[in-house]
């Protein structure tokens, strides 16, 4: 079956450390994303990738990386500098950027501090 | 201001009566596009249903149904013949072609439903 797999499911961070979280899809999809949601809000934009070898900030970039150096993969990493990572971490992708197509997602991944 | 606006912090319904999630949106674009997805307690998010700005028929997807009123930019779900099992959060979202989010998706804080036995 098809979709997006994100992994690990709950991860936890000590202080200073840098942790990455997984994001793998195959859908065959141009553009991936990755959103932060907080208990009872929304989800925010960290970074979006349009095409392999590509990526943009979004609204919260702050304190986090990415790479696309695969079609089928966009890992992010919560680096240290990120005062705050508690929160819960969903991965998506849609067939291109834009346009009436939905965005698909994974099923997140939870992250604490230790 | 905010984008998407959802006024419904959380709604309670009798399983088989239908629900009306209220969402307003806020734009200068004339092409866009509104989502609505469900996120269960597991926290995946399930998308349901798309309006388009230029789609002149209100979307349908079997028991999901929006309500869109352009001049009122307001696209509202509508849930029929409600289940135990639509007992989740319900976030709507929008596309700007043009607006400043670079044609991403822009979320709503979300509406809890709880669906009553």
């Known amino acids: 079956d098809g979709g997006i797999t994100q992994s690990p499911k709950y991860l936890f961070r000590k202080e200073g450390q840098n942790v990455t979280l997984s994001c793998e899809q195959n859908?065959?999809?141009?553009?991936m994303y990755w959103y932060r949601q907080d208990p009872g809000q929304g989800l925010r934009l960290i970074y979006y990738?349009?095409?392999?070898?590509?990526?943009q900030k979004g609204d919260i970039a702050e304190g986090y990386s990415v790479s696309r150096e695969k079609k089928e993969s966009f890992p992010l990493t919560v680096t240290s500098a990120q005062k705050n990572p508690t929160a819960f971490y969903l991965c998506?992708?849609?067939?291109?950027?834009?346009?009436?197509?939905?965005?698909?997602f994974g099923d997140g991944t939870r992250l604490s501090i230790l | 201001a905010q984008k998407i606006t959802q006024t419904q912090p959380g709604m309670f319904v009798q399983e088989k009566e239908a629900v009306t999630l209220d969402c307003t949106y806020d734009?200068?674009?004339?092409?866009?596009?509104l989502f609505w997805y469900k996120q269960p307690s597991s926290g995946e998010m399930i998308f349901l249903i798309y309006?388009?700005?230029?789609?002149?028929q209100n979307a349908t997807e079997g028991r999901y149904s929006l309500n869109f009123q352009k001049a009122r930019k307001s696209a509202n779900l509508v849930i029929s013949a409600s289940q135990l099992g639509d007992s989740a959060m319900y976030f709507c979202?929008?596309?700007?072609?043009?607006?400043?989010?670079?044609?991403?998706?822009?979320f709503g804080k979300g509406t809890k439903l709880s669906v009553k036995p």
């Open positions: 990738s349009q095409i392999v070898n590509d990526f």
């Open positions: 734009t200068s674009d004339q092409s866009y596009g």
């Open positions: 859908l065959n999809h141009d553009a």
């Open positions: 979202a929008m596309r700007e072609v043009y607006g400043g989010s670079q044609g991403n998706l822009i």
């Open positions: 309006q388009g700005s230029y789609d002149e």
């Open positions: 998506a992708s849609s067939m291109v950027a834009g346009g009436n197509q939905p965005q698909h």
